[in-house]
Nanobody, 128 residues
Framework: QVTLLESGGGSVQAGGSLTLSCAVS????????MGWSRQAPGKKREGIAV?????????ADSVKGRFTLSRSKDNDKYSLSLSMNDPDPSATAMYYC????????????????????WGQGTQVTVAS
């Protein structure tokens, strides 16, 4: 079993910055692709950034150049961070950390149900 726990959500002014964190624990041996998705009010959940072990991250066009994804591993957990720089109000959403077996290139990671494991989500509100 795998557990994902997000933190760092809250309110931020447009043009500011915010960093989300995710702690991934449990059966880590086969986890390979990890990332973040978000669901804005009235919209489907969409993947925005993913990263494979020992590879560079991939970003959706909607966040490319503004958001930065990083990943690290301690003995018994992974840590996943999403730095949001210069967000605008369209970034207001529930943000979910996610993980799965297999490489990110083997799936459509932008889809709403791309991952096997999900966190509970953390709300981000960007004020204009």
């Amino acid at each position: 079993q795998v557990t994902l726990l997000e933190s760092g959500g809250g309110s931020v002014q447009a043009g500011g910055s915010l960093t989300l964190s995710c702690a991934v624990s449990g059966d880590l041996e086969r986890l390979y692709c990890m990332g973040w998705s978000r669901q804005a009010p009235g919209k489907k959940r969409e993947g925005i950034a993913v990263i494979d072990a020992r590879k560079s991250p991939y970003y959706a066009d909607s966040v490319k150049g503004r958001f930065t994804l990083s990943r690290s591993k301690d003995n018994d957990k992974y840590s996943l961070s999403l730095s949001m720089n210069d967000p605008d109000p369209s970034a207001t959403a529930m943000y979910y950390c996610a993980a799965d077996f297999g490489g990110c290139g083997l799936k459509d990671w932008t889809s709403s149900d791309a991952f096997r494991y999900w966190g509970q989500g953390t709300q981000v509100t960007v004020a204009s």
